[in-house]
T-cell receptor, first 112, second 113 residues
Framework: DAGVIQSPRHEVTEMGQEVTLRCKPI?????LFWYRQTMMRGLELLIY????????DSGMPEDRFSAKMPNASFSTLKIQPSEPRDSAVYFCASSLGTVGKHFGDGTRLSIL | DQQVKQNSPSLSVQEGRISILNCDYT??????FLWYKKYPAEGPTFLISISSIKDKNEDGRFTVFLNKSAKHLSLHIVPSQPGDSAVYFC????????????FGAGTTVTVRA
């Protein structure tokens, strides 16, 4: 079975550019999570979707960040405009219900 | 505000010996605890969990112990194997917000041959 698929695996871009991270959850999972990992803050939850509906976006840092889940098999996390402090590894995870999260391999984002 | 703390950033252990990883938490509402393992360039993978109604859970070489009064849990790996070299994250959640995992900063384990 395919796991959670994230793309791209690496992204390097200049500050001010728009960045879009993509996630395909495991088929049949109804919960999707976006996490960010930094040296300073570790792994932190950005947003949680259940049945494609955002339930908790309290972890989204600011208005420059937005996330969508147009259908059960696809989600995006967008940063516009990007800043150097957004550099981190972004993980997507999915689960059936809220426990038993399966993580993707992450997108390493570098903003120059 | 880190609610889950792993105070040892790294641990080195000889192959065949026991690895003990520690984790402390501050939120008394936490009632479910998990350990994740992470290899470089991969996402975290679930290892073992424990509910607050238990004080021990064992799965093969991995055992998690929970001391609720001390707000402390530990992961024991015995015997340690080279493939256990990875970063281990402790995580916790409460039943009122069971989707929201709070993670520790991680402990890097190196198993020496």
């Amino acid at each position: 079975d395919a796991g959670v698929i994230q793309s791209p695996r690496h992204e390097v871009t200049e500050m001010g550019q728009e960045v879009t991270l993509r996630c395909k959850p495991i088929s049949g999972h109804n919960s999707l999570f976006w996490y960010r990992q930094t040296m300073m803050r570790g792994l932190e939850l950005l947003i949680y979707f259940n049945n494609n509906v955002p339930i908790d976006d309290s972890g989204m840092p600011e208005d420059r960040f937005s996330a969508k889940m147009p259908n059960a098999s696809f989600s995006t996390l967008k940063i516009q405009p990007s800043e150097p402090r957004d550099s981190a590894v972004y993980f997507c995870a999915s689960s059936l219900g809220t426990v038993g999260k399966h993580f993707g391999d992450g997108t390493r984002l570098s903003i120059l | 505000d880190q609610q889950v703390k792993q105070n040892s950033p790294s641990l080195s252990v000889q192959e065949g010996r026991i690895s003990i990883l520690n984790c402390d938490y501050t939120n008394s509402m936490f009632d479910y605890f998990l350990w994740y393992k992470k290899y470089p360039a991969e996402g975290p993978t679930f290892l073992i969990s424990i509910s607050s109604i238990k004080d021990k859970n064992e799965d093969g070489r991995f055992t998690v112990f929970l001391n609720k009064s001390a707000k402390h849990l530990s992961l024991h790996i015995v015997p340690s194997q080279p493939g256990d070299s990875a970063v281990y994250f402790c995580a916790a959640s409460s039943s009122s917000n069971d989707y929201k995992l709070s993670f520790g900063a991680g402990t890097t384990v190196t198993v020496r041959a």
